[in-house]
């Protein structure tokens, strides 16, 4: 059973600092990785992609990615109130079939 | 990116009954997905919609409960039918344009009374 986790929270953060979400996957053929974040009621956003080892950076946000590892991780910096949602670890299957394993999300609270 | 329409947004059904659900793509992309959210979980895949060909459905969902169309390369369907209280979800059309990755339509809050 291929699984992606994530600390459900919530994990709350003042505004201004570094808020950190963290995912691991299961699958060591897993080759891409996807931040999506989804406020509630609606539909999930895509924020980040990353394929490579490293770190991958988009304005505030900052992708983590450490095969080895199967651990993937967001930063947020300088986090705003409006950065408060859930946020989505995705992972690609390794089948060639474009399907996605979703984690559970993580709920972040930015504290104004 | 893709702009991506579904529709209804909403709807209250009555059980027993069948609601289909339409998502249309503003240009052509390379898979279609329907995924499901039950309150306060996660994404679950139900199927992937094949163009002109019948779709292939995860572990846990029949074509019988969950029809799904894909007439072009732009548009799916998905009914969701003979439907219980069970079935109250969020439904979400996803696409995947580009290498691999996928965009979520506005989604379909079901509820079922």
């Known amino acids: 059973q291929k699984e992606v986790e994530q600390n459900s929270g919530p994990l709350s953060v003042p505004e201004g600092a570094i808020a950190s979400l963290n995912c691991t996957y299961s699958?060591?053929?897993?080759?891409?990785f996807f931040w999506y974040r989804q406020y509630s009621g609606k539909s999930p956003e895509l924020i980040m992609f990353?394929?490579?080892?490293g770190d991958k950076e988009d304005g505030r946000f900052t992708a983590q990615l450490n095969k080895a590892s199967q651990y993937v991780s967001l930063l947020i910096r300088d986090s705003q109130p409006s950065d408060s949602a859930t946020y989505l670890c995705?992972?690609?299957?390794?089948?060639?079939?474009?399907?996605?394993?979703f984690g559970t999300g993580t709920r972040l609270k930015v504290l104004a | 990116s893709a702009v991506i329409s579904q529709k209804p947004s909403r709807d209250i059904c009555q059980r027993g009954t069948s609601l289909t659900i339409q998502c249309q793509v503003d240009?052509?992309?390379?898979?279609m997905f329907w995924y499901r959210q039950q309150p306060g979980q996660s994404l679950t895949l139900i199927a992937t919609a094949n163009q002109g060909s019948e779709a292939t459905y995860e572990s846990g969902f029949v074509i019988d409960k969950f029809p799904i169309s894909r007439p072009n390369l732009t548009f799916s369907t998905l009914t969701v039918s003979n439907m219980s209280p069970e079935d109250s979800s969020i439904y979400l059309c996803?696409?995947?344009?580009?290498?691999?990755?996928?965009?979520f339509g506005q989604g379909t809050r079901l509820t079922v009374v």
């Open positions: 699958d060591r053929g897993s080759q891409s």
């Open positions: 240009s052509q992309v390379t898979m």
């Open positions: 996803s696409v995947v344009k580009g290498y691999t990755e996928a965009f």
């Open positions: 990353i394929y490579s080892n």
């Open positions: 995705a992972v690609n299957e390794d089948s060639g079939t474009y399907k996605y394993i």
